[in-house]
């Protein structure tokens, strides 16, 4: 196509000012703010406009007409004003998914924070004295009593606890860690960049695979002011290894009057051993070996809100709580309300397994997930009258994720579907831009549904979304 067409089919395009006077967008003006209907105009103008520049030989085909582009800037105008953040299914089977938001929170910690997001609050109240008092009493005194601290404060996260922590501790000394405990953890939390962060100075000490108390005994001075020990929660390192333990670091610090600090990652307040899963102490058993202060998260193995949890020594905490950048770190009443009263649960661990959703998923026994997949399964065939679909219950396994238990799988039931004349792709993008969207996996070439991360209600939502994928055209676009 010449220059001078495109010229022409420029000049076709309507301007901002014919669209707005249609009734279609005139009707959209009484449902959508001006300034968002506005924007999605220029936005489809701007995209045709640029089509016809970048592609002149196909100048001809781009459609220009009237009721196309109203429809593309309804569609926009849809997208503008969504949500960014969704709620979404997750058929993963990684229970504490980082990237789904990971811990569930319990019914009883979401009623809570309705009731204390929609009244005032005694967040920095005294009540007993009527006069100011402190946000950080709220979870400490049951965060002692779950796990025999002697104090306890809560951060943002775990990753801001242990800077705080190195910060108050160490702040322009030496922090002693073993070389097979320089962790990274998704989203670039990396111990030796945290450690730079907190102003503390890294000792590392041993070998990737083997360190010895030997290791740390050598490199004490006066500028030591910690032994950390941080778990690996998200890898192992097995073979000819050799770490040294929590009590044998805590000898060596009482010897020489150096604290000791464990960086937690998970803080399992229930023994997983029972679900088959091995190396994660719980947070009381890490406390009886007598480390000075230990860190964790609170949305990962606890099944709470996002949070970092500092417990320890008094003196200890209370140099934390005095720190400057506590301040910065903070954690809002919602936060607190929701970890209070997951905690609470925890008071009888009978009732924290079955009303913490991330405990629950956990300890879900085998027999009931076989009966919920074979139960998805048979709405999916309900679903697809015209028997396009082949669909599957079978074996796999799901992880806890978060980057607690790397490489130890729980056995589950998935529901795998395929299909002859359409792709597992387009299956996969189908749900996943269902709404609500559905978060699978693909393996062997086949859609996985794990079902032990789905809730009852999600069921039928699920079915109606391989109706809607059924109904679709049949041809494979993808
Ligand atoms: C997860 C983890 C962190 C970071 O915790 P967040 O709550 O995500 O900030 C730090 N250290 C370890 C060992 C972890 O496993």
Redesign the pocket.
Known sequence: MTGHSVQERLRQIPSVENLLQLTTIQEALTRHPRRLTLASIRHVLEEKRKLLIEDPESAQVVNLEPAHLVQLVLENLKKAEAHTLQYVINATGVIVHTNLGRSLIAEEASARLQLLCRHYNNLEYDLAEGKRGSRYIHAESILCELTGAEAALVVN???AA?LLTLSTLAKAREVIVSRGQL?E?GGS?RIPDVMRSSGAILREVGCTNRTHLRDYEAVINEQTALLLR??T??YRIVGFTAEVSAEELVALGRKQGIPVME?L??GSFVDMARFGLHGEPTVAEVMQTGVDVVTF?GD?LLGGP?A?IILGRKEIVAECRKNPLTRALRVDKMTLAVLEATLRLYRDERQALEKVPTLRMIAMPLAIIEERAQHLAALIREADLQNRLQVQVQRSSSQVGG?ALPNQDLPTYAVAVSSPGMSTHRIEASLRNNKPPIIGRIESDQYLMDVRTLQAEEFRVIQQAFRSLLKGPTPDEY
Do not use: L, P, R
Request: without cysteine; glycine residues 16%; hydrophobic residues 30%.
């Open positions: 996260n775990n990753a242990v962790v953890i939390f941080v778990h929660s998200n960086d990652g998970s998260s990962k996002q970092g980057g």
